[in-house]
């Protein structure tokens, strides 16, 4: 190809609309436009990366003996109600597009494909001598993102890889799991991305277990906790450690259960009460109210309590709330603070009723009464001035969950359930509570690891490029995908699912890959492995020699690029720099002699050579380099 | 690939969704399934299909110079409303998908794009000196059909192929627009379909000219007429000719211009009137009253005049209504016959006064008084009683329409304007009309070519799987895509727009290449190129013959299936046959003495053959046979 006819755009500054390194970058060297917030248009060198990945992809799904197929994207909502996922995907935190054909008949625009396979097994997988069967598709995926940033990162339009396997046993379907966890170590390995694999959350997509790989980068959105031994690896959404330990409460405070009053105006967090008293953090239980919503209407109070040092995991309390209350009333919808703010509003929007004043926020003790914060007439009924359908009405008890390291407390601060007061000396028993206890803490980087306390946890963020679950049989269930089994009987199917975020992994190469002067792709990914330059365009020697040289590379099988625009040598250098092409074959005075410059994008390493030496070099490292194992010359 | 293990489920009867060949036959063979009306999954056999008709495109797109891009399927409203085609294509039958974020911004799903890459080019399109260029990806468009059906051939979901090219003059438009012509007919021979390229009508996409590319097959939906000497073909929608010569009146009825009253009961139609008195239809003026509604609001009363023997073509009565008032009032929303219930209807829903006994339908004559059909206070301000913004108003005149062939009689028939009557004798000058003569009448098989009367068209039918357009500067000029020319000048851009069914073009080769017992791939775009099969499962020596045939044929790079499976020798000669692949390699009873049969599926030809020797004719007619110039043995 010749760089006059790539439509290369190239800018000289940073855009405004980029955050991150390889968003700019990905905008600088002309690689994405964008179209709407989170929409992007992949440019021709882009489209010849995500072809490039795409083929690795392939030839490692097909090699695993998975075959590809290609599911609608347009998908009805009668399948996403008979999993149960409709609403959760379309109400509230929803990210699925949706939208009514002609005819009034809804439609979602698929970010995820267990139905529509699950619904195919139905009808295509009928025996065991079928299974196991693992179809995979690479397709553009859609998500109404609440906040799409960071370019490919977060797109609202972005390319998967999306596999699906079947399975006569669990057994079977960990021996897929655990091939497909090899399958995506290669394919990340053969990108030239440094990848780590961690115990994953499985979301929405559910399942009992999960592994993520993450590029580790400084941009990434995801924090990862690992141990000094190299032994644990988790998504800090997922992780579990040991918390430090408490600092007992002096012996004078122990007394009383019930705790002694303290007056503490102004002492509404732990930072101020620790602050302005004299506590460690570790001798107080804090307290968060908190409303959930459930997709039939119910309204739950939950009292979270924790250690005082500890931060609540959002994740870790979704999944129990989903636990306890997902059968009975469905999807979790939203869980924000319960503050006098949100009181009003539900008063006015739900028709619930919450006496704001009631609220001694900033003082909460674990044992608040329940008083506003419970249906009165003890019914749960929808609360009157609602519309029908709606349903919004509150439950008949708050439900208190609390976290390990504050159950452990055998004394401790709390607050008084009044303003301006706390209590000294609580215990559980004299606060008349017995513990629910959930593991709800954060982990973070300095925790002792469960497995060995001796190894502590160090942070890294990561980007998450690929995920693999084993879902069991939760979809086969819901949509009725059954097969007959060796001994005659109708059993479910087993199932589980593998992504990879093609477009994003393309992103996050550049963001492990990239240096002040551009892009410096891996080869195996590259849009071209080498980039051919003449100094002068007005030498017509160099102009020669330089055409030789891109010819005979071709020929070699090599994807070459020829500069041939009439710009000064220094605007073509920068670009192929920019563009981040692995290998550069400058010709210059040197023509003369037939000698030509090679230079090594990743480590500016530049060798004169004549031209045959040189191709010689160019050729053989990076056919060597083609498979991912490394990209040294 | 092994059969046991692609998930392959033939059906032995034909599904009742289904109701032309090619597509029971998809379903039946396992290529596809339905999920929605319109919207397919498609199976491990079309995807490798779609993959090589894919593969075919990029190379001839890219030896044509064109680039691989991606743009988003989630287009923003804005860019259609800059272009003014939103409300055509999400209004009345528009067919574009829409939805609203979680912004409440709304989004199409592109059903094309030019738009999109319009408003990239203003971008990256700066100088003449990156002129031409040709864009194009594959990519899954949606059209929310009125009518979906036949499988893939009008589905809602569906992989086109499009480009678009710029340039600086419209004799550069001209160049590629006829190179993209060679490309086409490249890669349509090369997937071995047979392709007639017609006059096209530009439809929705508008331009000065484009031409379509037609499968010939009786399932198609469009009809193509061309002239017996090859020199003319255009799709009906398009088509011009020499209407048949009209007989004339007899001398005694051609007395008085305004014609002789005579009494016609029961006469609403041309047959009725033709049987009835004797006329020849040919001898009459027919009258067609229709409204047009505009995206402006406007109501538009149209009186259509046409010979007796002539149908009126609705695509060049669109094309006139949309030349005429389109500037002035926006989309051609829809047309239909303004009928007596439709009067009511428009009374009903958008205030427009219309007397449905104001109209004698059936009788109506090219004089048809304005009266009813126009607004009386002469102001076509939006009509009483509708809500604001929807502006619905009746235009203060008529517009009469009248096809040359009504024009050129000097003596006509017609209604007389009131129930039971016509006119016999009348002329134009006699009813005080000067025609405006606009061509609308449908062509049809017979007619005589204007570019040589001694010759006739016939008609074929036809599946359009490409169309190729030149879009002249309507989108570079509402998107404002300009650059600056070699003399420095801003110019706006000169466009084209190239485009290929990739999914219809798989159900069109099938829809040509088909006999009962299953499809008949050409070897180009056969999934698999030879399919290996042991008629015993059960006979060691047969299997293992088989087996090393398969290795044989893979390690010559031919694309092959091995029938592993445990099946009677019956069911799986009858699946290969279904599924349709090119050649079969038997091992049968000949296995003992090293013989193979080989079996030519397209014409059922067999020969017993030494496996070398066999695997010799396959492996050379294969190699053959992949340009796509001739699957013949």
Same mark, same amino acid.
């Given at each position: 190809m010749r760089v006059?006819?790539?439509?290369?755009v190239t800018?000289?500054?940073?855009?405004?609309e980029?955050?991150?390194a390889s968003?700019?970058?990905?905008?600088r060297a002309g690689y994405?436009r964008?179209?709407?917030?989170?929409?992007y248009?992949?440019l021709?060198?882009?489209?010849?990366v995500l072809?490039?990945i795409?083929?690795i992809?392939r030839?490692?799904?097909?090699g695993s003996?998975?075959?590809?197929?290609l599911?609608?994207?347009?998908?009805?909502a009668?399948?996403w109600q008979?999993?149960?996922?409709?609403a959760g995907y379309t109400?509230?935190e929803g990210i699925m597009?949706h939208?009514?054909?002609?005819?009034?008949r809804?439609?979602g625009?698929?970010p995820?494909h267990?139905e529509v396979?699950?619904s195919?097994?139905a009808?295509?997988l009928?025996?065991y001598?079928?299974l196991?069967v693992?179809l995979y598709?690479?397709?553009?995926?859609?998500r109404?993102?609440?906040?799409?940033?960071?370019g490919?990162?977060r797109g609202?339009e972005?390319?998967?890889?999306?596999a699906?396997?079947?399975?006569?046993?669990e057994?079977?379907?960990?021996?897929?799991?655990a091939?497909m966890?090899?399958v995506?170590r290669?394919i990340?390995?053969?990108?030239?991305?440094?990848?780590v694999?961690?115990?994953?959350d499985?979301?929405?997509i559910g399942g009992?277990?999960s592994?993520?790989f993450m590029?580790?980068?400084?941009a990434?959105?995801d924090l990862?906790?690992?141990s000094s031994d190299g032994?644990?690896?988790a998504?800090?959404?997922?992780?579990?450690?040991?918390?430090?330990?408490?600092v007992?409460?002096? *012996?004078g405070? #122990?007394l =009383? !259960? %019930?705790?002694?009053?303290?007056?503490?105006?102004?002492a509404?967090?732990?930072?101020?009460? +620790?602050a302005?008293?004299?506590?460690?953090?570790?001798?107080?239980?804090?307290?968060?109210l908190?409303?959930?919503?459930?997709?039939?209407?119910?309204?739950q109070?939950v009292?979270i309590?924790?250690?005082?040092?500890?931060?609540l995991?959002?994740?870790?309390?979704v999944?129990?709330?989903?636990?306890r209350?997902?059968a009975?009333?469905?999807?979790?919808?939203?869980i924000?603070?319960l503050s006098t703010?949100?009181?009003?509003?539900?008063r006015?929007k739900?028709?619930?009723?919450?006496?704001?004043?009631?609220?001694?926020?900033?003082?909460l003790?674990?044992?608040l009464?329940e008083g506003?914060?419970v249906?009165?007439?003890?019914l749960a009924?929808p609360?009157? *001035?609602?519309a #029908?359908? =709606? !349903? %919004?009405?509150?439950?008949t008890?708050?439900?208190?969950?609390t976290?390990?390291?504050?159950a +452990?407390l055998?004394?401790?601060?709390?607050?008084?359930?009044?303003?301006g007061?706390?209590r000294?000396?609580?215990?559980w028993?004299?606060?008349?509570?017995?513990?629910?206890?959930?593991?709800?803490?954060a982990?973070q980087?300095?925790d002792?690891?469960?497995?060995d306390?001796?190894?502590t946890?160090s942070a890294?963020?990561?980007?998450?490029?690929?995920?693999?679950?084993?879902?069991?049989r939760k979809y086969?269930?819901?949509l009725e995908?059954?097969?007959?089994?060796?001994s005659g009987?109708?059993?479910t199917?087993?199932m589980?699912?593998?992504?990879i975020?093609v477009?994003?992994?393309?992103?996050?190469?550049?963001?492990?890959?990239?240096?002040?002067a551009?892009l410096?792709w891996?080869?195996?990914? %590259?849009?071209?492995e080498?980039?051919?330059?003449?100094?002068?365009?007005?030498d017509?020697?160099?102009v020669?020699?330089a055409?030789s040289?891109?010819?005979?590379?071709?020929?070699?099988g090599?994807?070459?690029?020829?500069?041939d625009?009439?710009?000064?040598?220094g605007?073509k250098?920068?670009?192929a720099?920019?563009?981040g092409?692995?290998w550069?074959l400058?010709?210059?005075?040197?023509?003369?002699?037939?000698?030509?410059?090679?230079?090594f994008?990743?480590?500016g390493?530049r060798?004169?050579?004549?031209?045959?030496q040189a191709?010689e070099?160019?050729i053989?490292?990076?056919t060597?380099?083609?498979?991912?194992?490394?990209?040294?010359?």
């Open positions: 006059s006819r790539l439509l290369l800018l000289r500054d940073d855009p405004a980029a955050e991150i968003h700019k970058l990905l905008i994405i964008r179209v709407a917030s989170g929409i248009a992949y021709p060198l882009l489209w010849r072809q490039k795409s083929a992809v030839e490692e799904m097909d003996g998975a075959l590809e197929t599911l609608p994207q347009l998908q009805p009668e399948l008979r999993s149960g996922r409709w109400a509230g597009f939208l009514c054909d002609r005819q009034g809804e439609l625009l698929g995820t267990e396979i699950t195919l097994a009808d295509l009928r025996s001598r079928q196991p693992n598709q690479i397709q553009t995926k859609f109404d993102e609440i906040r799409p940033r960071f490919l990162m609202r972005f390319i998967m890889k999306d699906y396997s079947f399975h006569g046993s057994e079977c379907l960990r021996q897929t799991y091939a966890d090899g995506y290669r990340f390995q053969r990108c030239g991305l440094r990848v694999a961690v115990e994953a499985s979301g929405a009992s277990a592994q993520e590029v580790t980068a400084e990434g959105e990862i906790l690992t032994l644990y690896a998504n800090q959404e997922r992780a579990v450690s040991l918390a430090p330990p408490a007992p409460l002096p *012996g405070m #122990r =009383s !259960g %019930a705790g002694e009053p303290l007056a503490t105006p102004d509404t967090t732990i930072e101020q009460l +620790a302005g008293h004299g506590f460690d953090p570790t001798q107080v239980v804090k307290v968060l908190l409303l959930a919503r459930f997709e039939d209407g119910l309204r109070a009292v309590s924790l250690r005082g040092d500890q931060q995991n959002e994740v870790k309390l999944n129990a709330l989903t636990a209350l997902g009975a009333h469905g999807t979790l919808l939203s924000e603070p703010d949100l009181a009003r509003e539900l006015q739900e028709g619930i009723e919450i006496d704001p004043a009631a609220l001694p926020l900033g003082y003790g674990p044992d009464e506003a914060l249906d009165r007439r003890g009924e609360a009157q *001035g609602m #029908r359908g =709606s !349903g %919004a009405r509150l439950a008890t708050v439900l208190r969950l976290d390990a390291t504050a +452990a055998t004394a401790f601060v709390c607050g008084a359930n009044r303003p007061h706390h000294v000396g609580v215990s028993e004299g606060l008349g509570l017995t513990p629910d206890v959930v593991d709800l803490r982990c980087a300095g002792r690891c469960l497995h306390p001796s190894q946890l890294v963020r990561g980007i998450e490029v690929g995920h693999i679950f084993q879902l069991g086969a269930e819901a995908a059954r097969y007959t089994s060796e009987q109708e059993e199917l087993w589980g699912c593998y992504g975020g477009s994003r992994l393309a992103q996050a190469a550049i963001e492990q890959n990239h240096d002040n551009g410096n891996p080869v195996a990914i %590259a849009p071209f080498a980039i051919v330059v003449s100094a002068s365009a007005q017509p020697q160099q020669s020699l055409e040289a891109y010819d005979r590379l071709r020929q070699a090599i994807d070459a690029l020829l500069d625009r009439d710009e000064r040598a605007v250098f920068k670009d720099d920019l563009i092409i692995p550069r400058v010709v210059g005075r040197g023509a003369a002699r037939g000698e030509v410059e090679v230079v994008r990743a480590d390493h060798r004169d050579l004549p031209l045959d191709l070099v160019l053989s490292a990076i060597a380099s083609r498979s991912g194992l490394g990209d040294s010359a």
